[in-house]
């Protein structure tokens, strides 16, 4: 493509971001809608690599650089840095907001060209919880291997409080004990709580790029990618974060299927080895995926293995999604377990990307 038609495509990415973000972070949809109009702030992404060309790169360097800087005038219009913040539709959002890029501009083309967007979703642990309850139900203690474990928080599942309210008025049902991370989601259907949470014995985290929590400013791009409109989402990441810095998880940098033998075999000895990824593997080529998905047919006939997802089917061809869902663009939690193997799949539930809410079949 040449400069002119992708300048074009990233006005065209702003104005529909402008729209489809307006539910959910209005401050960003405020923002887009002023970009579009304004070729010298869309431009800020032809220094990104084309594949990562989105809105939300640039707004996650931005924000990284706020969260820096929280005293700014333009943190005025954040919620997640002010306790009353301006309204996005106040009329001095766009020049601050210019002023702040125009003073950071060598910052921003810095951070677009080498970042790119990591996700490390605390609330999916709601999601894992479940299944993992009824695997060490089944086997006793185990071990977790997060795929695209990014910052490795979600490692840390039994260290969390959680509160499963049904959507038919009964009675909630809490997993842990105090923690500074509590996590909610409404559920529908008969879910598995488990009465405690599951006997840890080991875990270990992949990431082709890994978050290190306990460096200030790689632990600052994990929280600017959040959306500063999605407060409760912020603050349990924060919580987490600091969890995970005092007993670091252990992150393997590498190819999720070059490395996920090799981390199965190092965790394998202190209990029965569980893998868990939540929408990492639609990154993935279908190659690669058909790959993943042979070496842990592979490990599964030699060897008692679990496997929890939480992917979109659509998104994941080559997972062994049933039939009826194969097309589903939605998030379904799926359990594959090898037993002497043998293999075995259960579609457990449809669920919100983020944790919100979970339907069990």
């Known amino acids: 493509m040449d400069d002119l038609s992708d ?14 973000s307006l539910p959910r972070a209005p401050l960003y949809a405020s923002l887009s809608a002023g970009i579009t109009a304004d070729p010298s702030l869309h431009r800020l992404l032809l220094d990104a690599p084309p594949s990562q060309r989105l809105p939300v790169l640039l707004f996650a360097s931005i924000h990284s650089l706020l969260l820096a800087e929280p005293t700014h005038p333009l943190a005025d219009w954040y919620p997640n840095l002010r306790s009353v913040p301006r309204l996005p539709q106040d009329d001095e959002l766009m020049p601050t907001f210019l002023a702040f890029v125009r003073d950071h501009l060598n910052e921003i083309k810095q951070l677009v060209s080498t970042r790119s967007t990591q996700t490390n979703e605390v609330g999916r642990s709601l999601l894992f919880l479940p299944p993992l309850g009824m695997i060490t139900q089944e086997v006793g203690a185990v071990t977790m291997v997060d795929v695209g ?5 979600n490692l840390l599942l039994d260290k969390f409080t959680y509160l499963y309210e049904p959507d038919n008025g009964s009675l909630a049902s809490t997993v842990g004990a105090s923690s500074t991370v509590s996590l909610t989601t409404s559920t529908r259907g008969a879910v598995p709580i488990p009465a405690r949470l599951p006997s840890i014995a080991g875990r270990l985290g992949i990431d082709v790029n890994p978050i290190d929590v306990t460096n200030a400013e790689q632990a600052r791009w994990l929280e600017a990618c959040v959306w500063p ?12 974060i600091e969890l995970a810095r005092i007993d670091p998880p252990r992150i393997v940098k590498g190819d999720l299927v070059a490395e996920i033998s090799k981390a199965l075999a190092r965790v394998r000895p202190l209990g029965h ?8 593997l639609n990154y993935l080529h279908d190659s690669d995926r058909d790959a993943f998905m042979y070496e842990l047919e592979h490990i599964g ?6 496997w929890i997802a939480a992917e979109a089917p659509a998104l994941t061809a080559g997972l062994p999604w049933p039939c009826e869902i194969a097309e589903n663009e939605r998030t379904q939690l799926l359990l594959t377990t090898w037993r ?8 457990l539930a449809e669920c919100h990307p983020h944790g919100f809410w979970m339907h069990w079949r």
């Open 7 to 20: 300048e074009f495509e990233l006005k065209r990415r702003f104005a529909e971001f402008s729209v489809t």
């Open 149 to 153: 474990t990014s910052g490795g928080v």
């Open 229 to 240: 409109d999605q407060l409760e989402r912020f603050r349990h990441l924060r919580s987490a």
């Open 273 to 280: 080895p569980v893998i868990i990824n939540s929408w990492v």
């Open 301 to 306: 006939a030699a060897s008692n293995l679990s």
């Open 340 to 347: 002497d193997g043998i293999r075995t799949v259960r579609h």
